[in-house]
Nanobody
Framework: QVQLVESGGGAVQGGGSLRLSCVGS????????MGWFRQAPGKAREGVAV???????VYADSVKGRFTISKDNANNTLYLQIDSLKPEDTAMYFC???????????????????????WGQGTQVTVSS
């Protein structure tokens, strides 16, 4: 059974940084496409960044240059380093897994919520101005 558990969220001031973590179990972590998504109150869930089994990454335009996705296959852990936080980054952040390669050729497809089968419970990030 695939399980994903996020941590690292919190309340920070604008301009600050956070590092989110997601520990996975129950599957071959290294062969999956892994991603971070977020959902703000009253808004649809959106893709933030994904990382493929070979380390290739894709980012949403809104977070490029501020967010960095990475993973540690040995410890089944996915990370999201978030710098220069803005109030509009306030959301619940979820990690997700897709049991095949990321759709790297297309940004929109690679970040598609519907393409990911397994989800964590989320960790809240709140940014004050």
């Amino acid at each position: 059974q695939v399980q994903l558990v996020e941590s690292g969220g919190g309340a920070v001031q604008g301009g600050g940084s956070l590092r989110l973590s997601c520990v996975g179990s129950g599957y071959t972590y290294s062969s999956y496409c892994m991603g971070w998504f977020r959902q703000a109150p009253g808004k649809a869930r959106e893709g933030v960044a994904v990382i493929d089994s070979d380390g290739t990454t894709v980012y949403a335009d809104s977070v490029k240059g501020r967010f960095t996705i990475s993973k540690d296959n040995a410890n089944n852990t996915l990370y999201l380093q978030i710098d220069s936080l803005k109030p509009e980054d306030t959301a619940m952040y979820f990690c997700a897994a897709r049991p095949r390669a990321c759709a790297i050729a297309s940004v929109s497809l690679s970040l598609a919520v519907t393409d990911f089968s397994y989800w964590g419970q989320g960790t809240q990030v709140t940014v004050s101005s």
